[in-house]
T-cell receptor, first 114, second 115 residues
């Protein structure tokens, strides 16, 4: 069975500062992908960043980057130079290559303080 | 290109009733999946359809069912509604099933309240 755990239900960060959201996962599969999705108040989930498990290099996307520790099954998201528009619920997700099924964490609600 | 469209956006029902939710995927996308989102539970996978066939099913009771039409539009039905079915129901589409690393494109969801 696959599980995704986000242990921080809520986080806050000052505008322009850096924040890290935590995610751990568990799977016995060796071939998978990891994602961070953002859900603003509009409710529409938006892909922030994704990581292929076979790649050792951490993915980056502008101000967003991940710290992928495969052995520890950890996949944290770092947001640099936080902006007011970053305020949202963030979900960590795991996709197993065989089966094309996604598993989501319970989410972290991020508040950006002006 | 239009995004994933879910209707209605809000729905209020009473216990025992049934409800049907609709999802139109992005044009050309053949895979549609459904998720239930509740506070503290995150997103729980309901089922996935590809080319009118259910490929995967989550751990939900038989009251939850779905189908996909030849134009890839999908409907989800919940019968004999219970208070615990109150949730945001999200639909997501992707170009094809079986080719992983395809990101999911989500709709804005249907907020269902059961009174």
């Amino acid at each position: 069975a696959q599980t995704v755990t986000q242990s921080q239900p809520e986080m806050s960060v000052q505008e322009a500062e850096t924040v890290t959201l935590s995610c751990t996962y568990d799977t016995s599969e060796s071939d998978y992908y990891l994602f961070w999705y953002k859900q603003p108040p509009s409710r529409q989930m938006i892909l922030v960043i994704r990581q292929e498990a076979y790649k050792q290099q951490n993915a980056t996307e502008n101000r967003f980057s991940v710290n992928f520790q495969k052995a520890a099954k950890s996949f944290s998201l770092k947001i640099s130079d936080s902006q007011l528009g970053d305020a949202a619920m963030y979900f960590c997700a795991l996709e197993i290559r065989a089966g094309n099924q996604f598993y989501f964490g319970t989410g972290t609600s991020l508040t950006v303080i002006p | 290109k239009a995004g994933v469209t879910q209707t209605p956006r809000y729905l209020i029902k009473t216990r025992g009733q049934q409800v049907t939710l609709s999802c139109s995927p992005i044009s050309g996308h053949r895979s549609v999946s459904w998720y239930q989102q509740t506070p503290g539970q995150g997103l729980q996978f309901l089922f996935e359809y590809f080319s009118e066939t259910q490929r995967n099913k989550g751990n939900f009771p038989g009251r939850f069912s779905g189908r996909q039409f030849s134009n890839s539009r999908s409907e989800m039905n919940v019968s004999t509604l219970e208070l615990g079915d109150s949730a945001l129901y999200l639909c997501a589409s992707s170009p094809q099933a079986g080719a992983t690393n395809e990101k999911l494109f989500f709709g804005s969801g249907t907020q269902l309240s059961v009174l």
